[in-house]
């Protein structure tokens, strides 16, 4: 592929339990997508202790693993290896024309983006949202593209990227109500306003890299969340709001959902174990 970037990526998460599992069956969704200019080049997989392993495919396209164990276990490791070449993101119009604003809500109205459209369990309608988009001057403009451009650029200037403030399964709700959160939350955020405009929006799942010089928040696990809305003869058109920037050849796409518990990484249910504590290692190079 002219001009792409190719990414070297190592996922690992160990689950340490308090005393025995007996057994799991998770839910694992850490393969990245092949699609819209990515290409993965190799990936594997593999558990200690070793499982069994089913591959199938979801409802939105997304790649899963399904993990059973059946011996006990004190800590559970899963790691991911895979090769993804990006190719450069094309460049968008300056501008689109004046009849974008209905040909948009027209594709809101497709069986297909319904999914994308409608509130969601992390990102349900909430009366936050009317006193959030005043509080921050947030509103549509005569262009769809220029308006959810100048979403991104708002909600990354006026919310406060603080990590510990919320958790993976905190919904839209959080951040409306503190205006501080991490890229989870900034991609609930831009997902709920591009929705209540009638623009289908949705979440993305990832792998971050950014040099120092690129001045974004990197998270400390290079795992990244992002949005991307459907806009007539564009498709889908990559935000991120955390960094102020389109999203591109830097970001790798592993899933896309309707909000984050549809392309949560690990997933599951476990008998015995007591409680738990995760760890993730990212490394992308």
């Given at each position: 592929m002219v001009g792409a970037l190719r990414h070297e990526i190592e996922h690992v998460s160990r689950y340490h339990y308090e005393s025995d599992a007996r057994r799991c069956t998770?839910?694992?969704?850490?393969?990245?997508?092949?699609?819209?200019?990515?290409?993965?080049?190799?990936?594997?997989?593999?558990t200690r202790p070793r499982g069994g392993l089913s591959r199938e495919?979801?409802?939105?396209?997304?790649?899963?693993?399904?993990?059973?164990?059946h011996e006990a276990h004190r800590t559970l490791e899963i790691t991911a290896r895979s090769t993804v070449e990006s190719a450069p993101v094309p460049v968008l119009p300056p501008r689109l024309?004046?009849?974008?604003?209905?040909?948009?809500?027209?594709?809101?109205q497709h069986v297909a983006d319904w999914d994308f459209i409608r509130p969601s369990p992390l990102i349900p309608l909430t009366p936050s949202l009317s006193a959030f988009v005043?509080?921050?001057?947030?509103?549509?403009?005569?262009?769809?593209?220029?308006?959810?451009?100048?979403?991104?650029?708002?909600?990354?200037?006026?919310?406060?990227y603080a990590p510990g403030t919320t958790?993976?399964?905190s919904s839209?709700?959080?951040?409306?109500?503190?205006?501080?959160?991490v890229c989870q939350d900034y991609a609930h955020a831009m997902i709920v306003i591009a929705r209540s405009w009638g623009i289908p929006a949705r979440y993305v799942s990832g792998y971050l890299h950014l040099v120092e010089s690129?001045?974004?928040?990197?998270?400390?696990?290079?795992?990244?969340?992002?949005?991307?809305?459907r806009l007539p003869d564009l498709d889908w058109i990559g935000f991120d709001p955390t960094n102020r920037s389109l999203a591109?050849?830097?970001?790798?796409?592993?899933?896309?959902?309707r909000d984050y518990q549809d392309v949560s990484p690990t997933r599951g249910i476990v008998q015995g174990g007591g409680s738990a504590r995760l760890e993730v290692e990212v490394r992308v190079q």
């Open positions: 998770m839910l694992l969704c850490l393969e990245p997508r092949a699609d819209r200019g990515q290409r993965l080049l190799d990936f594997a997989l593999e495919r979801d409802g939105f396209g997304n790649v899963r693993h399904v993990l059973d164990i024309s004046a009849s974008t604003w209905q040909e948009t809500r027209v594709l809101g005043e509080r921050h001057g947030i509103r549509p403009g005569s262009d769809p593209l220029k308006s959810l451009v100048d979403l991104s650029e708002t909600l990354h200037d006026q919310l406060r958790s993976a399964e839209v709700e959080d951040i409306l109500r503190t205006d501080q959160g690129d001045g974004g928040h990197v998270p400390d696990n290079a795992t990244h969340a992002w949005v991307e809305c591109g050849s830097g970001h790798v796409r592993i899933a896309t959902g």
